[in-house]
């Protein structure tokens, strides 16, 4: 949402978007210091929560730096740094959307230093998967960091992005699985309704891509009104766009759940 306009805000609250949450991520360039991190997590703590409220959206948020800036290692630690500081900011779930993006050796030991982060201060987890064609191994190298560390509870993490070819290997490990809708990459509502017609809508979260390309904030609604022209229930509709989510997020003692509008 740092991305976004006032406008977008308005729509969500319109749409009845009881609540946001919005996970550290790519500004669509590299930052070149820490300084410049700090001030985007102050964004994230302080000042979009308080823009949320003006429209009566409660607003949480994710902290990390992303996989594509890890790659620098003297910069992504200096960042991991200073997480610890923000961890107590009455909107932060958790370590996140962490992962990897070339699935390279340098971006595997960013991931491995945000799991410990999140162990050492018993955070809920957030995880990007990579694009296209790397995908798959990326999702694997990530499951097998996750499961490296015996005190991940995998009911605990929700693995993002995923797509049909590695939806069922996510739910299958028991991790919770995200779904994000996006318009130019990652899944439409149709592909979204259609893996979770074939393969599962237990530990399963939509999420609206809502950054600085193109993309829809009102993509979740979107998928509801796709999944009742299908001719799905309102209490089913209601399970995977509503219910699922504040069951994975009241895991966290930040959460306050919204009222149903």
């Known amino acids: 949402m ?6 977008d805000y308005k729509a969500m609250a319109l749409a009845g978007c009881a609540a946001i949450c919005e996970p550290a991520f790519w500004a669509g360039f590299d930052r070149k210091s820490a300084d410049g991190f700090y001030d985007y997590f102050c964004q994230l703590t302080q000042h979009e929560p308080a823009r949320a409220q003006k429209l009566g959206i409660p607003h949480y948020s994710w902290l990390c730096i992303n996989s ?57 987890i957030l995880v990007h998967t990579p694009h296209l064609e790397d995908k798959r191994k990326g999702t694997r190298l990530i499951l097998d960091a996750l499961k490296n560390n015996p005190k991940i509870e995998p009911h605990r993490v929700i693995i993002d992005h995923v797509e049909e070819h590695t939806f069922k290997e996510v739910i299958d490990q028991g991790f919770w699985a995200g779904i994000t809708l996006y318009p130019e990459s990652k899944a439409s509502p149709q592909r979204a309704i259609d893996m979770v017609e074939t393969i599962s809508s237990q530990r399963v979260w939509l999420n ?3 950054d600085w390309g ?29 219910g699922n989510p504040i069951q994975f997020l009241s895991q966290s003692k930040k959460f306050v759940r919204p009222e149903v509008i």
């Open 2 to 7: 740092v991305s976004r306009t006032t406008d």
């Open 68 to 124: 594509k800036e890890s790659e620098d290692m003297g910069l992504a630690r200096e960042v991991l740094a200073l997480i610890p500081e923000f961890l107590n900011a009455p909107n932060v779930l958790g370590i996140g959307e962490i992962g990897l993006n070339k699935n390279t050796r340098n971006e595997m030991k960013i991931l491995e230093e945000h799991i410990d982060l999140a162990v050492k201060y018993n955070q809920l």
């Open 208 to 210: 609206s891509a809502c």
């Open 214 to 242: 193109h993309s829809d904030p009102l993509s979740v609604p979107k998928t509801a009104l796709e999944m009742k022209r299908r001719g799905h229930s309102v209490q089913a509709i209601d399970n995977l766009i509503f």
